[in-house]
């Protein structure tokens, strides 16, 4: 919207000029004709006469007119448009000239959308990526976030999630806080909406340009909550020229990367079964015998076949091959004052499982007025209607020894409580959430002057979801505990934001480039949510319709309200000398209600300064560079992480027994958890802090743009270290308080890091053309510090002296030990535990390695007495592994041929741990287990129950390098049809292959590190076609 | 079209003007928005009373006032520290002593926060020395709780409302904490009335608690107690003054008595019987620990897994839920009681029964581990749920307080030989003031036994070491035993705290 308004704005001056001086007179008209090199013509091209002030815009047809005001021998005219290559052209007396524009490949002019305003690529200070959208337009994706991975150095992006309209984790320049979000700032079309992850309401067809602010010259503008990067999203808007129609439809079909492990021979799976028993002295499982009301059949009634079942489980689970659509209708037009842009899109996702599903609407309406001269009006609305109706997480592990049927005809449940029968729960179970997202926006753009431009806007986001959740009786274990259960949970959010910024540009004795903005913004936003819960449903059949239908003693109600203020301050100055050396200097001034009541202020400065060296005569002389621009910067920006009332006090409530009848107690102080062995503690909190306050990120960034070979190799690369300091975290306090904790700002997390992009137009031929795209970041983080080692409550490692704290849940598999810790001087998230080395062949083996009991014999893990104390206990862990990869690097590669195009695109991630804790369980590995006539030092021997230790065995390399997209398509143009007036075909494969060493299915797993297991990977194989009338 | 400009300029210019980053809270109460009314102050003043339903204060009851000492025996799988309070070897890190120490603070705290607010609020005076009164005997309470479990304590004596608050100054000496204690009690004592409600203090229990107060610090005295013989009080004037308080108790109010039946005073559905000054008022309609009471499954055996039925101090048989079977009477301790003694013969078991009255265990068959005190049953229980509560104040317990004060004064004797014959043992007489308070003391040993008592009445009399064998065993001396270490997290964090 950015690019089109400074555009436009442009327009209206040019419109503005043209008149003012008509009547200086003694002109003469000249008219013609602006094509692009395939002879289409193009409106909007800007056409000015050189040394003067006089200019014209093309009409639809690229025709313009326009009365020169120098001599007709001496009139040169200049002709611009973005995207292509501005050109001179001598009139030379001639009253009609006929232009061709050629695009330009460079990009060195194109317009960059940066926070409240846009500035010429070549003109950046920061840190400023732009991603090539119509790259990203073969893909098919629910939100444009999933579609960014590989496309930016520094970004990265995981998918992590196959469900329908599952959003992905997005990191700029790696991860700093940790209780605060991560996400980076979603900005579309100037109203911050948020952290990027899930931009569902935004057609990702809908969309012109993306923008990504790495550095704190670029994203300080946003302060607060500025630290983790922005994402600035701009949509598309009609242009001037004729009305177009443009129909976009894809048909994608999933399938899985690889085979579902699974146990095909229900034999092997009742052998080991047993022999995990007899291993541990039980009495084994797969003998004919009934536990707790169970049949399970002999080996040897499997093995002659009286117990015949083998029920392929995924095959019931899973859908053969679930599809995708989405079909874009969208027209655009517009003439000398009114502009407007409409669209329709329906989306339809299958999940991977039965029933489980994903549908979205989306309409979009845009109008722009231009009042007069100086004066416009635009307003954007979308409106978005989502459903998601859930069936993930069926067991498709479940015993194939199971039939799906009795002999009754009814569904085989193996007793009373097995509830993980994939079918009855498939049809009795209701688990739905419907969305409706209204996004709204209304912009004023006035020019006071020819100088000075001033814009408000408003923007309105309204957004609402409602869950609903039946749980029956007899299939699911939730509602047989509690005789059924319904649940209706709504949920509503409301964003306004008020905005007015000005700016001012000019230039002084031309060599002297000013552009000043100043503006300031309010936002308000308001969550409201309601919880309605009852149990005990005698009649099930109107499952949630009928709440008061449950028993109303066990009826629960639950409701909450948030609502945050952020008034906000900002300026930018933007100084160019000679159009070789620029500054930027930017501040931003927040004020949030969400900060304590001392720190209500933030103050968010950033500066910086570029060389374009290759305006240098001494650079130019050298003939290499067709760029050759330094940068640097440094800056602050900001974290929000505190959520609403976290700095008040707050009250508990209780109930007290006052002789004879209960009481509601109020007063200081409440339970905001509980903790240690089976939970019995309780964590106290509700103490005031007045002082808490943004986490606060310092940015260096040191930055170089080259262009070679006539701009057709382009490098950018920047160097660049973040602090982030005054983390939000909990300290423990003292016992004498009576709280357990307060949330404080202590601690810093540090990222450094280097991005490589590389850009080539190799082959530029007529027919043929090969250019390619390579994208390298490596980023390094580390803990700093995470304040007093004794309020914060952190452990110390014996060996290393090494303080950290344990973060995430504790794996039952493992004795409730926790995988991830925060250490002082490591990564994030890195793996503690024990190191092993193999797996003991005899007993005396295990004793010499420190093992005791069980755990000494033969079959079992070799772990390392670490400290060499004798013993194996827990002053032998260490960390094991890190998450974090050494490298993320794509390289894109794309081909055109006449009419044919041929993109391939390679993602891949280098050098980080994933820890696997099902390893041992699956049908794949099982058999390779130790034993007595296979010992091996690979696989320990099956164990019942085992102690076991979180070691390094269950730590692989998650190292891949993926075959992320490939498109091929064809263009059709108007020599091939009529009809249209371009028309494209294609189809594209996304995930087509990985290379990776991991031995569970995809190493594409979250920040940390931890893979759950799950199903395989899936692939996507579209079709899709694209027409423009 | 012009209209638009206006209204979105004119909207512009009202939100930017009418912002106001101050929050309001919204769906909890908060400092902002509390302690307006007296129905407000009234539920602050629950909320104080109701830290001591918290398992980790009510747990604390037996397991600092009787655990360590002679008369209780542990499951020898228990954990969570109990286990090293039993044999003597708590640190300051053990968990159990952590959190009592914790939850006394609680209490303190949700008691400032009403003693701040109602002071100064336009409340009726009536309302404001009632509700007042309250808060002042509760942080009293919990002082004493806290004085006579680790000695000097950190003087946390406004509601923490800052980080800068949460580093309170320790106690000079025990004089300071004392006198805060008695000027508490003293300020509550002139702005209550009698007015008994299970569960909360009335003027009597501020007389009750003074005395105990007074008597504490004047046995310290005279038994030379580590921190009590630096106090600069004098002993006669303490023991004076504990008769006094314990005096007014006895002969100044009809309201609470000397319950001449054993078995009524533990009748759980007897709340409101003569003996109860105080109770923690729990009750078993309550749905979460702590409104309801768990102590009866800290002393009923596992059993079978399933309910049973006891034999009761009437000897009816009674169906009780079965227990964690965690306290046990130490056989050496009951073999102290006289064969007749009512409090053994009727508030300790050692058998269990079926419906029908046969024996589905006992000690002797192994089927119950120890000897179990039947003072907390409740055969209304709801599965885990009771309605058993801590008895913390006792009129008995006054009684023995004012005996020991006087002396034997005849009066003296009088009350120590009501005790001993409603337990059915013979009269003493004829004793000197020594002998004399060694038998109340001896008295309130097996009267108050398994009440949360038995250790103070060992630390303020010097005797822990001398009278507990575990003490013995882990090598300590009188001054070692006689408080526990504060915690280690409160030394940790509480720079004050040294």
Known sequence: MKKLNAFGAVKIFMLFLMCSQAVLGQEKTITGKINDISGAPLPGVNVLEIGTKNGVVSDFDGEFSIKIETSPKEAVLSFSYIGFKTIQVAIDEKDHIEVTLEEDLVGLDEVVVVGYGSVKKSDLTGSVASVKVEELSSIPSNSIDKMLQGRVAGLQVINSSQDPGAGATIRIRGASSFNGSNDPLVVVDGFPLGGAGNLKQINPSDIASVEVLKDASAAAIYGSRGANGVIMITTKRAKAGKTTIEVRHQTTVKDFTSNLISWDDPLLMAQLANERSINDGIEPVYTGRTIAGVYYPSVYEIESGSWPHNTDWGDVVFRGSPILTSTTVSMRGANETTSFNIGANYLSDDGVYIEDGYEKYILNLGVSYQFNDRLKFTTSNILSRDVRKNNSGLEYWRNPLWPIYDENGDYFRTSEEDFGHPLPYTENVLNESKGLDIISSYLLDYSVSDHLNVKTQLNYKYGNSISDRYMPKEYTWEGYFYDGVGEIKNWQNHDLLSETFATYTNTFNERHKLDVMVGSSYQNNVTRTSDLRAEGFVNEALQNENMSAGDPESNKIGNGKQESQLLSFYGRLNYGLNDKYLFTATMRADGSSKFGENNKWGYFPSGAISWKAHKEKFIEDLGIFQELKARASYGISGNQGISPYQTLSRYGIENFYDDGQWKTAIGPGYVSGQYGPDYRYKYWSGIPNKDLKWESTAQLNVGLDMAFFNSRLRTTVDFYSKETNDLLRQKYLPLSSSYTRIWVNDGTVKNKGVEVSVEGNIVNAENFSFSSNLVVSVNKNEVVDLGNSQAAGLLRDPNTGMDFEFRGEGFSGFGMATANIYGIGQPLNVFYGYKTDGIIQSEAEGLAAGLTGDLAQPGEFKYVDLNKDGTIDEKDRTVIGDPNPDLIASLGLDFTYKKFDLSIFLNGVYGNDVFYPGKFDQANEMPFRWTNDNPNNDYPKLMATRDTKLSDWFVEDGSFLRIQNLTFGYNFDKDDTSFFTKARLYINATNLYTFSNFNGYDPEVGLDGIYWGGYPRLRNLTLGVDLTF | ?498
């Open chain 2, 1 to 498: 079209m012009k209209n638009t400009l206006i209204y979105l300029v004119g909207f512009l210019v009202i939100t930017l003007t009418s912002c106001d980053l101050k929050e309001e809270p919204y769906g909890f109460y908060s400092d902002e928005n509390f302690y307006k009314t007296v129905e407000d102050a009234d539920a602050a003043l629950l909320y104080a009373y109701n830290a001591f339903n918290f398992t980790e204060y009510n747990r604390g009851i037996i397991d600092v006032g009787d655990l360590p000492t002679e008369t209780t025996d542990l499951k020898p799988t228990e954990g969570g520290g109990v286990e090293t309070i039993v044999n003597w070897k708590a640190t300051n890190s053990n968990e159990a002593l952590s959190n009592f120490f914790q939850y006394c603070y609680i209490a303190i705290n949700r008691a400032n926060g009403v003693i701040q607010n109602v002071k100064d609020e336009g409340f009726d005076d009536d309302d404001k020395k009632r509700i007042l009164g309250e808060a002042y005997t509760i942080r009293a309470w919990s002082y004493f709780s806290l004085v006579r479990t680790f000695g000097r304590v950190p003087m946390q004596i406004e509601l923490v409302a800052t980080e800068a608050q949460t580093n309170p100054e320790m106690a000079e000496d025990l004089d300071e904490v004392y006198d805060f204690i008695i000027s508490d009690l003293t300020t509550a004592e002139s702005y209550l009335s009698i007015n008994r409600k299970t569960g909360r203090f009335d003027k009597v229990a501020t007389w009750a608690i003074l005395s105990k107060v007074y008597l504490t610090i004047a046995s310290g005295k005279a038994y030379n107690a580590a921190g009590y013989r630096d106090m600069s009080k004098d002993a006669n004037t303490m023991y004076e003054e504990a008769a006094k308080w314990s005096g007014k108790v006895l002969n100044d109010q009809s309201e609470y008595g000397f319950d001449e039946s054993l078995q009524s005073i533990y009748d759980v559905n007897k709340p409101d019987g003569p003996e109860h000054i105080w109770q923690i008022s729990m009750d078993r309609s309550g749905n979460q620990p702590g409104e309801f009471s768990s102590t009866p499954l800290m002393w009923m055996p596992w059993g079978p897994g399933s309910a049973y039925f006891v034999k009761n101090a009437d000897g009816d048989f009674v169906k009780t839920t079965n227990g964690w079977e965690v306290y046990r009477v130490n056989p050496d301790f009951k073999s102290t009681f006289d064969e007749n003694d009512k409090r053994a013969t009727e508030l300790m078991r050692s058998t269990i029964y079926d419906e029908e009255g046969n024996v589905i265990g006992s000690v002797n068959d192994g089927n119950v581990p120890g000897i179990f005190s039947i003072k907390y049953l409740d055969p209304d229980f709801k599965g885990d749920r009771t309605s058993a509560r801590p008895f913390m104040i006792r009129f008995t317990d006054i009684a023995l307080t004012y005996a020991e004060a006087v002396g034997p004064t005849s009066d003296g004797l009088l009350w120590l030989n009501k005790v001993r014959n409603r337990a059915g043992l013979d009269p003493v007489s004829g004793l000197g003031l020594e002998d004399f308070r060694e038998a109340v003391l001896q008295e309130r040993t097996w009267e108050l036994a398994f009440e949360g008592h038995h250790l103070f009445d060992l630390r303020r009399t010097a005797k822990v070491v001398a009278t507990v064998p575990a003490a013995q065993a882990a090598g300590l001396t009188e001054d070692q035993a006689a408080f526990y270490a504060i915690p280690l997290r409160e030394v940790d964090l509480n720079t004050k705290a040294k």
